[in-house]
């Protein structure tokens, strides 16, 4: 299933890596993390290779939402709570600025870049939409808390934030990564020592930029306990209303909205990677109870990296990897998170200071509850009889009857039927496979 932007949209095509090189920095993932990192180091006059397995775009950028706000969820209260209203500053600053630097670049780009409002609602819980609002308060940001909204049913409440924006992904991806040095169908398959040996070659390094979604290194970092993926779908209606915002339930099992041209874009039944979910059975029952006359043009998935605290791994990648960099877990706001992600790694490759670099330091304090979980389900699922396994760390692979795949609960990669993979962090297809009937 493709995507609507990639249906509407045609990406350039790169080569792949001619032989051994050398570079400055390597940059692994042509998402629109991977790519903004290029656009931004080439800026600033740094020598780098951008190397993406498939094309770019083609990962979890395909399959976005496209919203650019800096309302994550009910977050404030949260980062209020948690680490005080400074750090809650620093987050809300940090993803200001990606979204003004998206409104500066998206200005001389045809990128269907519009300023929408963005409204997180709830179904039934008034109290949290008041102590969100609060917390806002606290930070000296506009409290928009509604009764009503454009959706078709009834909600507890909604938090309004002005002037967020919404953007066709591709259309902007393909106009920035022009005349880039990025290299395609160049599959980073090992990695030594300021070095990374690839399909076509050795490329030496002096610093590196893990852009992969999932972070492909297990050695160091934690980041198999620290994250894990979650899988939403997502429908395009047309002779749908067209909405004004950009819509989406603080319940992570909720629905999102907005709308793209004379389509209604709904989003939902997400679960977590492996498990069983609501999937576009919910979506589609939603849209013939409240859009009876509507027409459903396309339908596709999307997966996202969760961290612990809701906050990205964005530095670092390790202590003990000097000079080398992540950025992962952004919990469903890839593309705020991803120009924040790019504009934070490259002032720290350029060796200057941040003010938001603790905020997303990776290496922060791994205590909080949704680690207990993720290491039960992994624990489980190791323990799980399965002829298929996962050959990321040995998980037992499940089969996904609506996407024809099979997936790992504990850390999200998939592959279809045949093997192939689809998501990491699994670094490569499964060597040894029977399609899914002889299971």
């Not at 493709?2 to 998402?31: H, K, N, Y």
């Not at 790519?35 to 094309?55: D, K, P, S, T």
């Not at 009910?74 to 990606?98: C, M, P, S, W």
Request: charged residues 25%; hydrophobic residues 35%; proline residues 4%.
């Amino acid at each position: 299933m493709r995507s609507l932007w990639t249906e509407s949209c045609s990406i350039p095509g790169f080569s792949s890596l001619p032989g051994d090189a050398e570079t400055e920095v390597l940059i692994i993932g042509g998402g629109i993390t991977g790519v903004l990192c290029a656009y931004f180091l080439e800026q600033r006059g740094i020598r780098y290779i951008l190397v993406e397995r498939n094309r770019i775009g083609s990962g979890v950028t395909e399959d976005t939402t496209a919203k650019i706000t800096v309302q994550h969820g009910l977050i404030y209260h949260k980062l209020v709570d948690r680490f005080g209203t400074e750090a809650a500053a620093l987050y809300y600053q940090a993803n200001y600025n990606a979204l003004k630097t998206y409104a500066e670049l998206c200005a001389d780009l045809d990128c269907d870049f519009e300023w929408k409002p963005s409204y997180v609602y709830s179904m039934n819980d008034r109290e949290l939409l008041e102590k969100e609002a609060e917390a806002l308060r606290k930070l000296n940001l506009a409290d928009h808390l509604q009764d009503f909204t454009e959706l078709p049913f009834d909600v507890a409440g909604a938090i309004r934030f002005d002037q967020q924006a919404q953007f066709h992904p591709l259309k902007f991806l393909a106009a920035i990564a022009e005349k880039r040095n990025i290299y395609e169908h160049t599959h980073v398959r090992e990695l030594q020592k300021q070095e990374a040996i690839t399909n076509h070659g050795k490329i030496r390094f002096q610093k590196a930029i893990f852009a992969t979604h999932f972070p492909m290194d297990n050695k160091h970092g934690l980041y198999f306990l620290k994250l894990y993926q979650h899988r939403s779908c997502m429908i395009a209606l047309e002779r749908a209303p067209v909405f004004n915002g950009m819509y989406v339930d603080e319940d992570r099992k909720g629905m999102s909205f907005r709308s793209y041209k004379d389509r209604l874009l709904i989003g939902g039944g997400g679960h977590r990677t492996g498990k069983e979910g609501g999937n576009w059975k919910e979506l589609r029952a939603f849209a013939k109870r409240y859009y009876p006359e509507a027409v459903e043009t396309m339908a596709w998935a999307a997966q996202d990296c969760m961290s612990l605290d809701q906050i990205p791994y964005i530095g670092q990648y390790s202590k003990n990897m000097p000079g080398c960099y992540v950025a992962t877990g952004f919990n469903k706001w890839g593309m705020t998170s991803s120009m924040a992600a790019a504009q934070l790694l490259t002032d720290l490759i350029c060796g200057e200071t941040s003010p938001c670099r603790e905020i997303f330091d990776p290496s922060r304090s791994m205590f909080r509850p949704q680690l207990f979980l993720n290491a039960v389900e992994a624990g489980k699922n190791l323990l799980t009889p399965s002829r298929k396994r996962c050959p990321h760390l040995g998980c037992a692979l499940k089969w996904n009857p609506e996407e024809h795949s099979w997936d790992c609960s504990c850390h999200g990669s998939r592959f279809d039927e045949y093997g192939k993979l689809l998501n990491n962090p699994a670094n490569g297809d499964l060597k040894i496979f029977c399609k899914h009937k002889t299971k």
